[in-house]
């Protein structure tokens, strides 16, 4: 804060995310550090006040845009805390001589961890059955399970990634682990990618016909907002169970709802949503065959220091007119 109340330094941070210490005591030797804790762009905008402090902004929900440039005379650069940079108006920023980045593959390791974590505890039940034997309900029924405790295995199973990127290609990777056949859609990456990763490029409608489970991996964008609607998902193989970690409105949500409905598909894994925080009594929560995360894919303690350290990187080479590493081009 600056003697006016506002957030002033040369790097501040729209929201509220993990920074180590080691990250934040670098930060310092670089024109110090503020947290504006805004919940959007418009609140951002007002607290850091015209300041000329204000250098590079790092944000991970809040929209980063005109509003918010217009209140940072001298921004430099702007630094989505992790992959995803839907929430960044990147054409407005290039308008404005800022460097928009993000720390792309920091966090790719958490997620595709993450994704698999979904995969099993849907297909395994064990989200499920770790709250029957808390309940005291193992006691009550003895050694003869309920049905719903015999899962399905991923051995042998196809699996279907959309988005080859960071996260897809590792998903790829521990996919290979579980003994599992992997298919691909990603068009904008080339035959010698998905030779390299030994995975079989498919189309969306082809991969979702023959994946027992889908795991989407995908920027939000034009392109990607409601790629899976229920167009797509009638196309869907017989039993198959879906996987998002990448952003909610990748799917349409009410699609997705009436095809768990109606056994379309057999269940779904989510961490992520249309609105977040996922609404209270939305549909989706009062499903069984359905695991809810709170957004929380990139959130292992080592993806947060590898972050941390990104931003550094990327704030030094901002202040000194570099070309940060998560250059967004
Ligand atoms: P990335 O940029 O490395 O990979 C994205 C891939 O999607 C690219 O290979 C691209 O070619 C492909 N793609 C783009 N448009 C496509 C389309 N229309 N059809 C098919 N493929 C398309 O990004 P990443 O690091 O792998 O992250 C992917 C997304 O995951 C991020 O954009 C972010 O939204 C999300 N994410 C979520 C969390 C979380 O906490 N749940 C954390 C990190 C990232």
Not at 169 to 178: E, L, Y
Not at 215 to 220: E, F, G, S, Y
Request: with cysteine; proline share 4%; charged share 20%.
């Amino acid at each position: 804060m600056n003697d006016h109340g506002f957030v002033s330094a040369a790097t501040v941070f729209a929201d509220r995310f993990y920074m180590s210490d080691t990250a934040l005591r670098e930060l310092s030797t670089l024109g110090g550090y503020a947290c504006a804790g805004a919940g959007n762009a418009e609140d951002l905008a007002e607290k850091i006040g015209s300041s000329s402090a204000v250098k590079v902004i790092v944000s991970e929900y809040v929209p980063i845009n005109d509003v918010v440039l217009s209140h940072a005379p001298e921004l430099q650069g702007v630094i989505a805390y992790g992959a995803g940079y839907n929430h960044i108006d990147v054409k407005a920023m290039k308008r404005g001589g800022v460097k928009p980045c993000n720390c792309r593959g920091e966090n790719a390791e958490a997620v595709a961890e993450l994704a698999f974590g979904l995969m099993l505890s849907l297909l395994r039940r064990i989200h499920r059955a770790d709250a029957w034997v808390r309940a005291g309900e193992w006691v009550k029924a003895g050694m003869v399970l309920p049905e719903w405790a015999s899962g399905r295995e991923l051995w042998k199973k196809t699996l279907g990634v959309i988005g080859l990127g960071q996260i897809g290609a590792r998903v790829v990777r521990i996919a290979k682990g579980f003994g599992m056949e992997t298919i691909a859609y990603d068009p904008c990456m080339s035959s010698e990618v998905y030779s390299r990763l030994g995975v079989e490029p498919v189309t969306l409608a082809g991969l979702l016909s023959r994946s027992d489970v889908v795991t989407i991996h995908v920027p939000l964008s034009s392109e990607t907002e409601g790629m899976l609607d229920s167009l797509a998902l009638a196309g869907a193989k017989p039993g198959m169970i879906l996987v998002n970690t990448s952003r909610g409105r990748v799917i349409d949500e009410e699609a997705l709802v009436a095809a768990l409905q109606t056994g379309l598909i057999e269940g779904a894994a989510l961490d992520v949503f249309a609105a977040e925080p996922l609404p209270a009594g939305h549909p989706l929560t009062g499903m069984d065959n359905v695991i809810l995360s709170p957004h929380m894919g990139a959130l292992s303690r080592e993806a947060g220091d590898r972050l941390s350290d990104s931003v550094v990187r990327q704030v030094r080479a901002i202040l000194e007119g570099g070309s940060p590493e998560g250059l967004i081009r």
